[in-house]
């Protein structure tokens, strides 16, 4: 397939970027895959810290409340049990490790349906350069703005590390910079619309298509 190639300033170039159908094209996008690899990413970014006390780690007297028969009431054994205010919590959360694993072919498939998803919706666009030679918000602001994307999440795929284009989006609510050996399956579907780089083309496809 191919996609018009446009400058920073929204408007076409009048040349075409020839893309490879195996990553941006494919005939069975799996919708499954993508289910998978955006489920793993999330569980990834949790940090599984949460804990609650235990009957044995509150503090608290042991002491039985009362005897244990002969009272008309409940059995007790301690004020530490779940049943009092302040007693231990039942089968609480306790720390845990959320990563699951998830095999590379899946997670390749994954991002090449994502990406075909969001050529077919239109949601691509081929950028020939940002221009930006040193950090400035308001330049990389009225790039996404030209492309209408300044009210919306974006995300420009680079071929390589550019700490200027970094430093540029990271004030800016909604915009995010990735290179492209690390563009994963949940910033494709999060994003509203994708800037990729032309020069991020080759690398892209080089790490889908291995």
Known sequence: MELEIYGKDGKSTGKKAKLNDAVFAIEKPNDHAIWLDVKQHLANKRQGTAKTLEKSEVSGSTKKLHRQKGTGGS?????????????????????????????????????????????KDGAIKVLDTTGLAAPKTKAYADLLKAFQLDTRKSVLVVPSKDDNVLLSARNIQGAKVVVASELNTYDIMNANGLIILQDAIAPLETTLTK
Do not use: C, E, H, M
């Open 75 to 119: 059995r007790k054994g301690s004020i530490k049990s779940p049943l009092f205010k302040g007693g231990a919590r039942v089968f609480g959360p306790q720390p845990r490790d959320y990563d699951f694993k998830l095999n590379r072919k899946v997670k390749d498939l994954a991002r090449r349906s994502a990406l075909t998803y969001k050529a």
